[in-house]
């Protein structure tokens, strides 16, 4: 009901107020989904998923259950006096998070030391990062994770103080920087930079490791239950059917060596006549 009399009364909106309206483009990373509400949390600002709304991921046309949170978005939304409304929403890439927790390491500057490395997190309730001062063309103050910290060498044309940024990519933590605050009193912080290149490499190789020892880990542990499930039943022949049991723990030895289940059967043929 409530949907119903917010949607009317966006078609009802009076002429001067059409006027008012904007059409523009946001991207950023999905912070928060809220499926129940049709909200969508991105660059720390919430928006509503109309019904009307067009969802394309990967290029094909998808429902709002398919946006998951840390995946990188562009909306295309409208402002009006009621709220900000979507009217798209296209998937233009994965965030170093995905949508299950982070796959990479992390970097979070409340607790972070000079040598660490990773995509920078934060624990703060928004789970934003605010600008709070620019202080170069490259360099900026930034506000995130509980503390202040100088971001230098990232690009700040497309930042303004006092409003959130994402921060997509690797960084590391490359020293500290005392500056004087605007009370006279002196202040030192983390110096954060974008990796270089071959830094980035090597951490994207260390996520593609992970992820791989993760799915050999996986497939390991489903031939171990499934051939714990085939000598179960073996076991049961072995009363009524020997020749059949015998047979089939043969079969568990020859189809899964190197299991515990396929040792057991081996240990049991062994003693059978």
Not at 140 to 147: E, N, Y
Not at 152 to 165: D, F, I, L, R
Request: proline share 4%; aromatic share 6%.
């Amino acid at each position: 009901m409530i949907r119903f009399v917010s949607l009317l009364a966006f078609i009802l909106l009076p002429a001067s107020t059409w006027a008012q309206t904007q059409t523009f483009t946001v991207r950023g990373t999905v912070q928060s989904v809220d499926q129940n509400k049709q909200r969508i949390v991105v660059a720390g600002r919430r928006y509503y998923v109309g019904q009307d709304c067009k969802i394309w991921l990967n290029y094909e046309k998808a429902s709002f259950a398919s946006v998951k949170a840390h995946q990188e978005v562009e909306l295309t939304c409208t402002r009006y006096p009621g709220g900000m409304r979507v009217a798209n929403i296209l998937k233009i890439g994965d965030s170093a998070e995905a949508a299950e927790g982070p796959k990479g390491p992390q970097l979070f500057p409340g607790t972070a030391k000079v040598g660490d490395k990773g995509a920078l997190a934060n624990k703060d309730p928004s789970g934003r990062f605010v600008v709070l001062q620019l202080v170069g063309k490259k360099d900026a103050l930034i506000k995130g994770d509980g503390v202040t910290f100088r971001l230098q060498g990232h690009p700040t044309e497309h930042m303004a103080e006092g409003k959130s940024v994402d921060l997509p990519g690797y960084f590391k933590v490359t020293g500290t920087n005392t500056y004087e605050t605007g009370s006279g009193a002196s202040k030192t912080v983390l110096v954060i930079e974008p990796v270089s290149e071959e830094e980035k490499k090597d951490l994207e190789q260390g996520v593609q490791a992970k992820v791989h020892d993760t799915a050999t880990a996986g497939d390991a542990q489903k031939r171990e239950d499934e051939a714990s499930k085939k000598l179960l039943m073996a076991k049961q022949l072995l009363d009524r059917h020997v020749d059949v049991a015998k047979a089939r723990l043969t079969q568990i030895v020859k189809q899964f060596p190197g299991t515990k289940a396929a040792n057991e059967a081996e240990k049991i043929l062994e003693k059978l006549p």
